[in-house]
């Protein structure tokens, strides 16, 4: 049976995020994972795409980041997970004693704790920093295609493996006073009890060897990408890098204005970020909290991804239920899954091979991307 039914979840980082995702597919980690199943390079599956995935939470995460990662569950893909240091040390060993002793995670081996959490600040550049350092983990340690806080197969298994799905824009708007113009202090960067970012009384000038550009936070990256501001052959991911240390917000910035300013890259970008989000009007510093209201928009949006949600909100319930087929605590069913003796689909062991299909979900963002692929889009909306 297929994998690629219509899902969507909920990704923490840092604040509660949620996903709503159209294929199982995973993200970050390990060391030999799939390749020691044999899965990575087999004929098989060696032409579907292959994500990394951070899933990242803070104290009182621990259930829903465990309910993130089965609903995002695929073991084509790699998934890194990290409790930040607020969260107690028996939270993190409670996730890591999860992921040992569940049958299908210990057999695929594609999912990783960080033992060695770091100090997140809500807008300030730790959280830039703590993504810097999931790539570069996951570069070392695994094979894949593109880096998210985002997901999916079938649907990507056709574009370009160099494309990045970054929201952007050089019109700053309210952000040139709010976002470029103050300086803050992080101090996460040298403390380790999280505080509030400080705000200093100088403003700076707007940089001229670079032009800013400004977006969401939620990007999908290629691995060339990836590897371009981790490894830095030019100097312009680290000098970027250094101007954004003192940057509110610097997520919403950092890879917009680095992948706008590079020559190699700057004509991979697709301007969307994969999200459906809900704002006030005019915006406020967070989007509304989504409820049974905003079902049917967020299903019509065609997004696979959605925030932000509640602690324990009934519509992710409603999600499990309608859209992932799965019950509490069960992966949703998927052509990696084997049945019990009575043909039931519990979907709590491996069988051993891959098997994709398209379904609805998949059909609903394959629209979206020819949409956000078209030439009338990525001509007038790249890097603009």
Known sequence: MGITKCMISF???FVTLFLLSLIPFSLSPPPLTLAGKGLAHSNSTSTLPKFAYLISGSKGDLQRLKRTLRALYHPLNFYLLHLDLEAPTHEREKLAEHISKDPVFAEVRNVEVVEKANLVTYRGPTMLANTLHAI???LRTANWDWFINLNLIHAFSKLPRDLNFIQHTSSLGWKFNKRAKPIVIDPGLYKV????IIWTSQQREIPTAFKLFTGSAWVMLSRAFAEYCILGYENLPRTTLLYYTNFISSPEGYFQT????????????VNHDLHYIAWDNPPKQHPIALT???YRRMVKSYAPFARKFRRNEPVLDRIDRDLLKRKANQFPYGGWCAMDEDGNK????FRGKILVKPGFGSRRLR???????????MGRRQCK
């Open 346 to 349: 519990p979907c709590s062991e």
């Open 292 to 294: 049974n209201l905003d």
């Open 258 to 269: 680095v992948i706008c300013n590079s020559h190699g890259f700057k004509n991979t970008t």
């Open 11 to 13: 990704i923490l980082t």
């Open 193 to 196: 009890k999280k505080s509030e």
């Open 367 to 377: 629209a979206l991307l020819t949409r956000a692929l078209s030439k009338r889009n």
């Open 136 to 138: 570069s983990r996951l």
